[in-house]
């Protein structure tokens, strides 16, 4: 119901199942301003949400602390995206294997490296873009397909280790703006249109490969200053 919990204003926590069947409002937690941890209980997918249609929507700003069980495997897409006080050391990634699309864009609290779980396998659309704040990044060694857009708009990162990834998809990496170099492994064996576009300050792409790279646009790489 809209307004269920409204103005709790002594409500820290909010555990919130993956089974849950209730159709919970995005005004539920309206004025519950001591509200500061998200733990999402039980197993399997958690829920997916549309843009701004998250039960806890009107405290995502207020969001410090997200705590997944171990038997939660899935992160539903825009879960916690614009959840600004949030930080990367302050969620306990459980059982998580992969990240929806827009899940984490626009946290810019994560201002630390950000070495992902080797359990995680799966990036959505989006998943941390906008995460202006994220300085070197760790792709896991589970994780070989970077999705579209993933890191779009980090534009502080200036370190990637790519690990295992074999595909980088569509504006990956476009507006990095803190990137002056990029190594690509022998494991990469495609790269799509604007992966690594609109940044000036890219002035070195290194290859490890023996193979021919599928790089499957002419505008990879467009904006780079030669």
Known sequence: ESNAFASCQQLTTLNYPTTSTLTASETMLT?????????????GDMQSYSASKQPWNKVMNQIKTIIFDTG???????SFNGASQLTLKSITWGGVTSIGSYAFS?????TEEFTMPNEITT??????SGCIEITKLVISTGTTTISNNAFDGC???SSITFNNVKSIGDSAFNNCDALTSVTI?????SI?????SNIEKLETV????????????????IGVSA
């Open 206 to 221: 290194i290859y490890e490969g023996t193979i021919n790279l599928c790089i499957n646009d002419i505008k990879a790489f």
């Open 123 to 128: 990036l959505g659309t989006y998943a941390f």
């Open 185 to 189: 492994p022998d494991s990469i064996t």
């Open 192 to 196: 799509g249109a604007n992966a690594f």
């Open 106 to 110: 626009g946290c810019v609290g994560f």
């Open 155 to 157: 534009s502080k990162l």
């Open 72 to 78: 939660v495997i899935s992160i539903g897409d825009h």
């Open 31 to 43: 004025g519950c301003t001591s509200m500061e941890t998200i733990k999402i209980t039980g197993t």
